[in-house]
């Protein structure tokens, strides 16, 4: 469901043959990122080369019909088409590509795990799920059925990001991530050098004194932080 939902605001597309083929050769590709960079037949970075190149023409030719056509699309691809319009600097084919890969990379896993995580420990913990619930009746309430949630509505979902938080703060879905230092920087009478790379291991800082107990509330009452995949 979350590659699906990814998928359709990228390039606008419902369920198809299209949706199959591409979801084939994308997690043919992710499985390739954590694989040796050796290209040899048989090889799962040979598969992933191979799906990546699969991947290209697939969207080449929606671009290029895209391109063709002065029909609006509103999705992610519209507006990366339309975003040189007036510059000199064009946007390519392939950094178009690139990034749309980019973004269903990095969009689907964790979202999908995180989605999983979250509905198991609203399952768990009545009282957080039925405050959950009561949230998203209230914002319902001035809409009609057809209507879809906004960004006003999104915006009022506190305790809705709450349980997001507490969900990525307990499971930290990435691990880590590697950061290269630009300068000399001092941590605590440490000097890290310029030039060398950084694990920032999640799984270990992301606690507090009650850090196993899944508590939504404490993200509404007062700042906390805590680091997730993108930030450090």
Do not use: C
Request: hydrophobic share 40%.
């Amino acid at each position: 469901m979350a590659f699906l939902l990814m998928l359709k605001q990228i390039a606008n597309t419902e369920t198809s043959p299209f949706d199959e083929a591409i979801k084939i050769e994308l997690f043919q590709l992710f499985i390739g990122v954590y694989s040796l960079p050796i290209e040899l037949p048989g090889t799962k970075y040979y598969h992933a080369v191979k799906a990546r190149k699969k991947i290209t023409r697939m969207f080449t030719e929606i671009i290029e019909e895209r391109r063709s056509s002065p029909s609006l699309h509103q999705d992610m691809l519209d507006h990366l088409l339309r975003s040189d319009e007036g510059s000199k600097a064009k946007i390519t084919n392939n950094e178009v590509i690139d990034l749309a890969i980019a973004v269903m990379y990095a969009g689907y896993d964790s979202v999908s795990m995180t989605s999983m995580l979250a509905v198991k420990y609203l399952h768990d913990h009545p009282k957080a799920l039925e405050a959950l619930r009561n949230e998203h009746l209230e914002i319902r309430k001035g809409k009609l059925p057809e209507d879809a949630v906004n960004w006003s509505d999104y915006k009022s979902m506190n305790f809705t990001r709450a349980v997001i938080f507490e969900t990525l703060r307990i499971s930290s879905l990435v691990n880590g991530v590697l950061r290269k230092t630009t300068q000399d920087i001092e941590m605590r009478g440490f000097v890290i050098p310029k030039g060398w790379k950084i694990f920032l291991y999640f799984a270990e800082i992301n606690d507090d004194p009650e850090s196993s107990s899944f508590n939504p509330w404490k993200w509404m009452y007062q700042l906390r932080l805590f680091l997730d995949a993108e930030n450090g």
